[in-house]
């Protein structure tokens, strides 16, 4: 099926600094979501792209939805420890009918 | 609202042994979803209920089967549990709209725990 290349799979930074990771289809998708997963939790939706080229914000989230409809990218700027976390990219194919879910990327945030 | 249920939070199971996780949302969502997640494999489609009174095979069936028992509850069943069934399983729910737009956004519930000895 449908593979989903995110990168990077961890990142360690420093709380302050500004986050960025991306996510890569071989296949044009309609839809591009991020999730955020606790330790321990379940996967919480943080942003949903719809158009090719949006750009969205939810507070110091930011993605966008790549213009080749490829791609989606996930910033987040002036980190906090309450950011760890794991991190998913998840989209819909044109042609399909279910979501296809990212590896993740491992953030951990050091004070 | 709870939002999406799940039970029960952890189980050890015996290999062969059956079980069933229960699912519950209280969303009045149309469409719900099995997932399995394991290290570095992301989240993985069991099975899928588009509506109520269907389902649907997702990435990775064998070894499950589910039921969508009404539009609430979605329940998936290991009928001789395996080592490779040790994972985290999580059931997740979708909306047919929101607001005006067909919506891909999933809601996930907190997961179980699944150890297969």
């Known amino acids: 099926g449908q593979q989903l290349n995110q990168s990077p799979q961890s990142m360690f930074i420093q709380e302050g600094e500004d986050v960025s990771m991306n996510c890569t289809s071989s296949?044009?998708?309609?839809?591009w979501l991020w999730y955020k997963q606790d330790p321990g939790e379940g996967p919480v939706l943080l942003i949903a792209?719809?158009?090719?080229?949006e750009l969205t914000s939810n507070g110091r989230l930011t993605a966008q939805f790549g213009i080749t409809r490829k791609d989606s990218f996930l910033n987040i700027s002036a980190s906090i420890p309450s950011d760890v976390g794991i991190y998913f990219c998840a989209g819909r194919e044109t042609s399909g009918s279910r979501l296809t879910f990212g590896e993740g990327t491992q953030l951990t945030v050091n004070p | 609202n709870a939002g999406v249920t799940q039970t029960p939070k952890f189980q050890v199971l015996k290999t062969g042994q059956s079980m069933t996780l229960q699912c519950a949302q209280d969303?009045?969502?149309?469409?719900m979803y099995w997932y399995r997640q394991d290290p570095g494999m992301g989240l993985r489609l069991i099975y899928y209920s588009a509506s109520e009174g269907t389902t649907d095979k997702g990435e990775v069936p064998n070894g499950y089967n589910v039921s969508r028992l009404n539009k609430r509850e979605f329940s998936l069943r290991l009928e001789s549990a395996a080592p490779s069934q040790t994972s985290v399983y999580f059931c997740?729910?979708?909306?047919?709209?929101?607001?005006?737009?067909?919506?891909?956004?999933?809601?996930f519930g907190p997961g179980t725990r699944l150890t297969v000895l």
């Open positions: 792209l719809y158009k090719a080229g």
């Open positions: 969303m009045n969502h149309n469409s």
């Open positions: 296949s044009i998708f309609n839809t």
């Open positions: 997740a729910s979708r909306p047919l709209h929101s607001g005006r737009l067909v919506t891909d956004t999933q809601y």
